[in-house]
């Protein structure tokens, strides 16, 4: 079975042999993977490559994925050889929006934001041991930042990341620093010493600043928000240009911080 063939001769059974119970729960796990894949690599995926990525057994990853093409979960793209996301899953999404009250704030805290300040806005939350965006309001700038909402970013490379972590002790931070996550895109290594060092600085201050690790054009400003004392949900942040002068910085700061405190459900 290859990346050519259509949805119709995919194999109807998944692996034999298998206890019920046994195949329930793998299946489970390979839907799970099936879609952090996809979110991972945010474009349509072939079905061989989507086996090939998770190194699961074509079989069942072509039983799983038409399964979930004809639940409406994901949907067939292109020459009907690749899939990505379908509509019931942004449905899902909407619902999610609507029944939680920190997303719903946060998304118009954000665009309030970016239209005061003119700058690229996010909010900004722990995912699957990542720094993810889950919503973004473009700046006024004749440039465009990248930032893309459901972005995906290893926690040490934001001002964000040190903030999502303030709290935790050593050894739960370590277990979610992969030693890949330490490399900034440029090649830079960061020691896992400072990275720590760096949440310490950021717990204590209420906020935190970072230039040049995601970019060199760039530098990131964040503060928490908090959904109970002393236990970071979410982060606000602006992504401004690197040579963003320091009373600028301070100005947008002290902004960012009113609005962070004000998402809050407690300080």
Known sequence: MQDGETLAEWPADGAVGEKPATSREKGLNRV???LEFMHANQRAIGIGELAKGLNAPRSTTYTLVRELVEAGLLEMEGDGNRVYFGKKLYLYGMAYMR???LLRRGRQEV??????????S????????RYTIIHSSPGA???????????????????SGRLLLA???RGRIEAMIAEDDLVLP??????????IDDIGRARVAGYCVTSGLVDAYTKCLAAPVFSAPG?????????????????????????????????????
Not at 149 to 155: A, K, S, V, Y
Request: hydrophobic letters at 40%; proline letters at 4%; aromatic letters at 4%.
């Open 231 to 267: 236990k970071v949900e979410a982060t606000m942040c602006l992504v401004v240009p690197i040579d963003t002068t320091e009373e600028r910085t301070r100005e947008l700061i002290a902004l960012l911080r009113e609005r962070a405190a004000r998402l809050s459900i407690a300080g």
């Open 167 to 169: 709290g935790l002790d």
């Open 99 to 101: 029944g939680n009250d």
């Open 122 to 129: 996010e909010l900004c939350m722990l995912q699957s041991g």
């Open 141 to 159: 700038r004749p440039f465009r930042i990248s930032s893309a909402t459901g972005l995906q970013i290893p926690l040490p490379w934001t001002a």
């Open 32 to 34: 799970l993977q099936i």
């Open 186 to 195: 440029d090649g830079r290594k960061l020691e896992l010493n400072d990275f």
């Open 111 to 120: 665009d309030t934001l970016s239209r005061e300040t003119g700058e690229t």
